[in-house]
């Protein structure tokens, strides 16, 4: 990314040379991958549609490496993990009415867990903007309608002279805090038609720090250091800001026990005296934090799965730090802190008081013990183990990528360490996809995939991709014959459960099919197997028929 003290106004002989004499056989299309390359991106995801055939032909006059996959919304959750892993805008290229429309699912959940996705779609002809029935291929009356509810800013471009600027503004829009995705549209015409303007070179796109209000921080500290039982929440803008650092020197410094939101799953080490560890969907954890009397919430909105079901209720004094203004004190009176959580943060370590106690460490060995105690008298040891020796296999720097599946479900509260998963809009077939976009970030790394058998048919496509590109993935199917967390709400809720069992492929010929070697396994061999698949160049998919179960809730009595 170019920055302020970067920028040259005075262009050279040699820029004004060149501005002066753009190379001929360019079009809007190459405007578009110019400013995305300007900007700092080296990698774009997308699917290619009439419409946008424009920007489509500029890729092979670029340097950008294009990763297509076959559906948009997979696209998306490529886009997403992209942007999750590297902190970096992911380009996704898109095209007019149906290809946009299929993406948004995927933007939801990129809103939700807030990834800095840069989505640029195409539009019918600039002659058929304004809402008339032109009855043009892909017409929607205002497309913008559809995405305005979804992406955190929207920008048109009508011309090809506004094409770096709407790119560069949507840029800052989604790294700036609360990172997020964007829609920028470009008419058909205006990709296609030849430019005579000059190359795009340097852009600006410096997104702005999101500074605390520095009483508000003195009065934190005050409260912080002054506590007698102080608790903190790290959610997921502690991971997005990289904040993990300074939120350890924080905790240590006033001895207050942390427990990571599943959106905050790495904020903190696992293994720490002062960590109670992931299990916000259990009692004994909401006990303990209802019993603060300062909560510190960083990065967290307190929403529903990171407060057992809202039924989470703090007696004590609560201070949030939050990007995302819409968040703050939405569900809890707070002092609310508006900024980013790293410099908040900072601001706190520098100014609060040390606080002496060697109590906490006991406090959080009683709860986790009682959270153990309660899921141990449960029976759920295949479960247990099967998550086990999913970690076990894992390489230790490779990332994992969760679908809405019931094993999943056990990783958000169970799982050592950080992870990724659909939890933020809940929409099924992420994680294979997911998955592409992280390989595609880094192809040297062995990534996880995870998903059920009814999650893993929304991505079956991609296997295509995977061969394609050659990406070392293993995507774990965890085969129970149908929507197997619906079938326990629906069986505990109505005694039955309705239009949850699915007929299914067999996955192992069909990933084989595609010239993706598969196996099928057991619990037993589990471990090994993954191993094996991780060990191994390429896609691998790995399948385990098994009926997991869910842990008992403690927000329903």
């Not at 995305?36 to 006059?61: C, E, K, S």
């Not at 299990?279 to 407060?307: K, P």
């Amino acid at each position: 990314m170019t920055h302020d003290h970067d920028l040259e106004l005075t262009p050279t002989p040699e820029q004004i040379e060149a501005a002066l004499n753009p190379p001929a056989g360019r079009n809007g299309g190459d405007l578009v991958v110019e400013t995305l390359h300007g900007l700092g991106a080296a990698t774009v995801f997308g699917l290619p549609g009439q419409h946008a055939l424009g920007m489509f032909d500029a890729l092979r006059r670029s340097s950008l490496r294009y990763v297509g996959l076959r559906v948009e919304n997979n696209a998306g959750f490529a886009a997403d993990a992209y942007g999750r892993v590297t902190g970096e805008v992911a380009p996704l290229l898109l095209s007019t009415g149906p290809g946009s429309l299929m993406s948004l699912a995927a933007l939801q959940e990129a809103a939700a867990a807030s990834a800095p996705v840069l989505a640029i779609g195409s539009q019918i002809p600039v002659a058929g903007l304004g809402g008339g029935r032109h009855g043009y291929l892909h017409e929607l009356r205002d497309q913008q309608a559809s995405f305005r509810d979804v992406v955190k800013s929207v920008h048109t471009v009508r011309t090809q002279s506004q094409i770096p600027s709407a790119i560069a503004a949507a840029w800052e829009s989604a790294l700036s805090a609360p990172h997020g995705p964007v829609w920028v549209e470009i008419p058909q015409d205006v990709l296609l038609a030849e430019t005579t303007l000059p190359v795009v070179t340097a852009v600006d796109a410096t997104p702005h720090d999101l500074v605390p209000r520095p009483e508000l921080t003195a009065v934190a500290a005050d409260l912080l250091a002054n506590a007698e039982r102080p608790a903190i929440i790290a959610g997921g803008g502690v991971v997005r800001a990289d904040a993990t650092g300074k939120l350890r020197a924080l905790a240590e410094r006033i001895n207050a026990p942390v427990v990571s939101t599943f959106g905050g799953k790495g904020a903190f080490p696992w293994e720490h005296p002062l960590s109670l560890q992931s299990w916000m969907e259990d009692r004994h954890t909401t006990d303990f934090l209802e019993d603060a009397d300062v909560l510190l919430v960083v990065g967290s909105g307190l929403g529903e799965l990171s407060s057992n079901y809202h039924t989470f209720k703090p007696r004590g004094r609560v201070i949030q730090i939050e990007a995302d203004a819409g968040k703050l004190e939405s569900n809890h009176p707070a002092l609310g802190i508006h900024a980013d959580a790293r410099l908040a943060l900072q601001a706190l370590v520098e100014t609060v008081a040390e606080r002496p106690d060697d109590t906490p460490p006991a406090r959080v060995a009683a709860v986790l013990k009682a959270v153990r105690e309660r899921i141990d008298a449960q029976e759920l040891t295949l479960e247990q183990e099967v998550l086990a020796s999913v970690r076990e296999a894992l390489p230790a720097a490779s990332p994992s990528f969760w679908d809405m599946t019931i094993l999943a479900y056990w990783a958000w509260s169970a799982w050592p360490g950080a992870l990724h998963s659909a939890q933020g809009a809940g929409g099924l077939g992420y994680g294979f996809p997911a998955a592409i976009g992280a390989s595609a970030a880094d192809p040297t790394t062995p990534v996880l995939a995870v998903s059920g058998d009814g999650g893993a048919m929304y991505s079956i496509a991609e296997l295509a991709t995977a061969k394609q590109y050659d990406l070392n993935v293993t995507w774990l199917i965890v085969d129970d014959g149908g929507y197997g967390i619906l079938r326990e709400y629906m069986t505990d809720a109505f005694g039955e459960a309705t239009a949850t069992e699915l007929a299914r492929p067999d996955f192992v010929a069909l990933a084989e099919s595609f010239g993706v070697p598969g196996v099928r396994t057991t619990p037993e061999t589990l471990k090994d197997d993954l191993a094996e698949a991780f060990a191994a160049p390429g896609p691998r998919v790995v399948v385990l028929p098994a009926l997991l179960r869910m842990f008992a809730p403690t927000h329903l009595g």
